[in-house]
């Protein structure tokens, strides 16, 4: 564990930390071999927090579960795909295959429908309650980060993914809209809004203060091309 670790809390529960967690897990960085000799070394200078045992290795499954969902509906084939054909059938075959139903057997072909006719193709339900789980623990932990290990967030946080189906935030009034989210974010064009991450083409992640009450939504991009936002409810952060 770093030495400026010891004697914090963990990230995400009141037990003092014993090890640091990535954010996000070190498995959505790929290893610089499934790339050009050329591309960055993903996997160096990761961003990490301090990490409780429980918190840094209980979701170890479901953090190449979600990884793997986000590469094989990334939009960004030249990031997302090459590595998926090379790692993950690796990941696959190491878990046993244990992984894999939770693809294969909610999966169908479906045929589309385009300007130059039709063709099919593999349509995957994802288990979007373990995806959640894995992008919240990601989401508390960057807070803390930005608060420098001093605070917390202990209150409730909702994830919400444009590129999967959701509940209609505008149907919400305590949440803004997916739309209004898109567009605060949007600011960073402007310098508004920091764009933060040491592998932007990998994940990156943007904050800001909800303009209506103590709340906070984080912005996470993946490949580019994937986001995700944390609502992180206006309930006062406790003290690590």
Known sequence: MKREFNGKKCYFCDEFATSE?????????????????????YRDNLLVVPSCAEHNESRAIDDEYTALSIVMAAANRNLAFSPFIEKWFKVLKRNNWALAPKFFSRSKLVKV?????????????????????????????????ELNFQKRWL???QIHCPHMLTSDLSKQPNYPSLHEM????AREENGRVQIKGRH???FYYQILKDPRDNGYILRMVYYRCFTFFAILEPILPTSG
């Open 113 to 145: 429908v385009d300007g130059d006719g039709s063709f099919e193709t593999l349509s995957v339900t994802f288990d979007k309650h373990r995806i959640d789980r894995v992008i919240e623990s990601t989401a508390r932990a960057l807070y803390y980060y």
């Open 200 to 202: 932007p083409d990998i």
């Open 182 to 185: 898109e567009q605060a974010f």
């Open 155 to 157: 209150g409730d946080c």
């Open 21 to 41: 967690e990535h954010a996000p897990p070190k498995c959505f960085f790929p290893k610089q071999k499934y790339f050009p000799r050329r591309r960055p070394h």
